[in-house]
């Protein structure tokens, strides 16, 4: 029944555009809180008004894949591609993609298209994707990473430390940074295991060349410690929550 549920707020999302919405949270440099980027978040607008996360949507779509979830991922990408063409040059833009897409040969054909219908510029584009697509079909995964590293697109790694975390897959993935969950930032800076993984994360990305953004980022403390690190971008409540297309707008031509 649970399913049957999820599947009807599937279908009416995707035919009602009205009741999903991009958001943005912002991305700051950790050392002088200039605003580096955003992450394009999908949010469910309920008929009462409330704005929520849209995890039963999401959930669904990456259960049932095909169209429907090459339908969904379309229409995010397309939003976020077309809100960030207008952003200042040097702004970044986050966006995930599901780890279902490389089961199809049709992700990159796709993701050229949107590019050069919503006419942004390849840099600005951060592609967020998980472990998990290079997991379940790690030749087509690599050969579509590749093209997209060759097409000016940017790779970060999401979630990196979770799961099947292998440190073997910094090796192998074409990647431009990795991000470090918000998991391990609830219990900093007073845990100690805590601590060592972030320092360790941190550490490892830099020796290899690569950026780190910090999520979940809330208190000062937190923040402090990263700063000792030298890490790279801080994502979190400390700074911001996600807001409106509009709203990021406004907050670009403020900073």
Known sequence: MADEVAQAALDRAIDEHEQLLLVYQPIHEADSAAIYGAEALLRQRRRSGEIREASVITEAAEENGGLELFRLDSMVVKQAYTDAAHW??????????????????????????????????????????????????????????????????????????????????????????????????????????????????????????????????ETQEQLDFLLELDCDYIQGFLFHKPMTAQAFAQLLRRD
């Open 88 to 217: 200042p040059d040097g702004i970044r833009l986050n966006v995930n993609l599901s780890p279902r897409e490389f089961e199809e040969g049709t992700v990159l054909d796709r993701l050229e298209g949107l590019v050069t219908s919503c006419g942004i510029d390849t840099k600005k584009v951060n592609l967020e994707i998980t472990e998990t697509s290079y997991i379940k079909h790690p030749r087509e995964t690599m050969k579509v990473l590749d093209a997209l590293r060759e097409r000016g697109l940017n790779l970060w790694l999401d979630d990196f430390g979770t799961g099947f975390s292998s440190v073997t897959h910094l090796q192998h993935f074409p990647i431009d940074g990795l991000k470090i969950p918000g998991a391990f930032m609830k219990e900093l800076p007073g845990d100690r295991r805590s601590r060592a993984i972030v320092k360790a994360l941190v550490m490892l990305a830099h020796d290899l060349g690569l950026e780190v953004i910090a999520e979940e980022v």
